[in-house]
């Protein structure tokens, strides 16, 4: 199958992951090269132009948000289409902030293969997309920065909730809900430190 001016970019920094999507889109014939975050990614289409970028929105060192944020930004990576994948971010206010920065599709995970294939095909064959004004840099760091504190409140709660679960389950049903406490805590942590960053660029921009 050809792939018009490039390859298929996927960016995901968790690696099995990384790995399905990859084999998936190499299965059907595409050719496929790979990123473990946004800063990855910016160095990837600065070496050769993908014909489409498939990102993870959560991912440390530059998440999916901030990425699309660069490409809309650059006249000559402005009508790169981005396909967003996420398991955290998928409230109706996600989708909507997706679409403004100017998102092709927005998937949810886990991904279902068929409408995964049939989504990339779609977006190959159907010409440069029309895409919103890019957000100015006040517009978008208020988005983000609203998305990131509902997010962080989301998991906050999560970690709290499965806490107190722990407390009252008996020890062979324990490890399930231990696995899940480490991956909110680690989310949790990530978009604190996204946060952090956000909010120095933020305070910089009012001195």
Known sequence: MTVPYGPILVVEDVPHILELLAVTLRFKGYPVVTAANGEEAMEQIARERPAL??????????????????????????????????????????????????????????????EFLLTVAEILTQGPPELPPPLSEREFYQGYRERLEHKLGQKAQQIARTERLLETLPEEQKPTFEALLQEARQHYDEIQAELEELYTILSEGDD
């Open 53 to 114: 970028v498939i990102t993870d929105i959560l991912m440390p060192r530059m998440d999916g948000f901030a990425l699309l944020h660069n490409l809309r930004k650059d006249p000559t990576t402005r009508q790169i289409p981005v396909i967003f994948l996420s398991a955290t971010y998928v409230s109706p206010e996600d989708r909507e902030f997706a679409l403004r920065l100017g998102a092709a599709r927005f998937l949810e995970k886990p991904v279902d293969t068929a």
